[in-house]
């Protein structure tokens, strides 16, 4: 693998992610352990007031550390994850995750990347912001 | 009223927990965000890397037993996740074992969209055998009881 080294400014992805189903917030439920009715029994989710059943945040915010894992590769390791959640995600959505790098610095003969991510749907919504740091090896 | 629920807990942790890192329990999660990596999947592969074994994707701790604040009882149907931070200090593998455990770091109250909302802060944290921490997690959650 050529490492690439990075720039502050360079844009990470973007990963688009197939259509959001409920099938898959059954799927991500019973992998997640998170049983919460807001993501699978739609009465309840109308109930709280949420216009139905809405994705797990954490099911976004994986779709991020996809497009993270993606661009490190198994020669790096990601250092930091964090993010916001900021709008919700529904069946049917098609999520896009994007990145750009904020700065760089060197530690240990590695390249530590700070950037800022952002998962949007196909309306431009963004519904998870972050920022991520990582570590890859430079030759 | 909510806030004073969760204001003798700030501070409290649970017994950690043993948690073993299964191979199924990563590939299946791994299928449910959609992810083909075979890192996540294929021991072959897995064996030809750096980490010489399956590893998990990085929101997979979320999935492990952090046991309970003892005392802390409330309806969580309904919470709101808010953010969700993770520092990560060693890969984690299947076959691992760690310890997990969680804290509630702080509770408050504020004004949202929905309403007063209390603000759950809660820090976790996964030690493996030898004692070293392997992650810290720090999530926000809603809850508008």
């Known amino acids: 693998m050529t490492n690439k080294r990075w720039q502050a400014g ?3 992805g973007p990963l688009v992610k197939p259509a959001v189903s409920k099938t898959q917030l059954v799927m991500y ?11 699978t029994v739609e ?4 109930q709280a007031g949420l216009g139905g059943v809405i994705a797990h945040g954490m099911l976004t915010m994986a779709f991020v550390g996809q497009l993270l894992t993606d661009t490190i590769g198994t020669e790096g390791d990601l250092l930091k994850f964090g993010v916001r959640f900021t709008g919700m995600v529904r069946p049917g959505d098609v999520i896009t995750c994007e ?6 610095r060197m530690e240990g003969g590695r390249q530590v990347v700070t950037c800022e991510v952002w998962a949007a749907t196909q309306k431009g919504e963004k519904v998870v912001v972050g920022q991520a740091e990582f570590a890859c090896p430079v030759e | 009223m909510s ?3 969760f204001a003798p807990f700030i501070g409290i942790e649970s017994q950690p927990v ?3 890192v299964e191979k199924g329990a990563i590939r299946k999660f791994a299928e ?6 075979p890192i996540y999947r294929d021991e072959a592969y897995a064996k030809t890397t750096r980490f010489g074994r399956i590893i998990a994707p990085p929101t997979f701790s979320r999935t492990f037993d952090y046991g309970e604040i003892p005392g802390l009882r409330f309806k969580r149907e309904g919470l709101i996740h808010g953010e969700q931070h993770f520092e990560y ?3 984690i593998g299947a076959g691992d074992v760690l310890y997990c455990s969680t804290k509630l770091a702080d509770a408050y109250e504020k004004e949202g969209k929905l309403g007063k909302m209390t603000f759950l802060v809660y820090e976790q944290k996964g030690m493996n055998e030898s004692g070293e921490t392997v992650f810290l997690a720090r999530s926000i959650v809603i809850y508008r009881g």
């Not at chain 1, 990145?99 to 760089?104: A, D, E, I, K, L």
């Not at chain 2, 449910?32 to 990596?37: K, L, S, T």
């Open chain 1, 43 to 46: 009465e309840f989710a109308q």
């Open chain 1, 10 to 12: 360079d844009t990470i």
């Open chain 2, 89 to 91: 200090r060693q890969p």
């Open chain 1, 99 to 104: 990145g750009r790098v904020q700065h760089t």
């Open chain 1, 29 to 39: 439920s019973g992998a997640s352990g998170d049983y919460n009715p807001i993501h």
């Open chain 2, 3 to 5: 806030v004073e629920l």
């Open chain 2, 32 to 37: 449910a965000i959609g992810d083909p990596n």
């Open chain 2, 18 to 20: 043993k948690n073993e």
